[in-house]
């Protein structure tokens, strides 16, 4: 499952007319979260109507800069898509293996009781996670073995607006192929009863793991431009802060060649940075929050 971005739109009055490195805009992206009024136009449409001026704390980003960052993110998808296809086989399943590992004797994995993660798709090259799923479904009711008990919710695509929910599932037996043939809960589960939506869920997320296509080490996520993952984040972090929760801790997993050249992923005000990467080589934290947590 993968997927990037969307908003709200307001108003502003003066004009970013000359950003003049992506660095900029990432640390002016960063600057304003959480927020609280970005567009509803889905990504994918707005970098279709690049005329559409968006806006980002209180100021305009000039469209025409902003369709030159979505190119930017169409070059970079196209040059990692062609290496994960080239990626040698063994290597690909050493580092599905290295990073799972990692995961999985984290402190941060351990002490996690509700977790959103992505079911991962051998076609798409994403890495592997089932291994942490079949972890996390093992521990949902066996709390004598010394485990935190755990809950898992996984994403299921409503739409080709960027619309995504993310479901608990209790066993591999909820999931169900779409038509992509890519796994993603039912509506109701192997029992017939209706799945629990994470966003009415009466408890915060601790984790999400999340897929994507490159990143870097100033919490860049690049996806495979749909939007998906993005307004989903940016929906559950507006609910946490509603409710007073503790905000989840974001890490994306990666292969290697995932992993580019720091502040290089080109970045909007849509996109939602992540907390931390692992990568086959280690745990790389990026934000205080993930700082915090792995000590």
Partial sequence: ?????????????????????TARLIRNAKEIAPVTHLPTTPLSAVSSNVRTNIVMNNNVVDPHQLEAIFQKKRSLRSKIRKDLKNMDPIQRSQEDTAVQDIVLESSWFKASRNICAYISCASLREVDTSRIV??????????????????????????????????????????VANSMNILEPS??????NQCEDVMQASEPVDLLILPGLAFDRSGGRLGRGGGYYDVFLKK???LAQEQKWKQPLLVALLYSLQLV????????????????????????PISPVAIERCD
């Fill in 1 to 21: 499952m993968s997927a990037i971005a969307s908003s709200q739109n307001c108003s502003g009055q003066s004009m970013f007319r000359h950003c003049k490195t």
């Fill in 134 to 175: 079949s972890e996390i479904l093992s521990n949902q009711t066996d709390e004598g073995n010394g485990q935190m008990r755990k809950k898992l919710y996984v994403p299921r695509v409503e739409d080709k607006n960027s619309n995504m929910r993310m479901l608990k599932i209790s066993a591999v037996k909820d999931l």
């Fill in 187 to 192: 509506l109701l589960d192997s029992d017939g």
């Fill in 236 to 238: 559950y972090q507006k």
């Fill in 261 to 284: 050249d720091e502040e290089s992923i080109p970045v909007t005000p849509y996109d939602v940075p992540v907390d931390a990467l692992v990568s086959p080589r280690g745990f790389i």
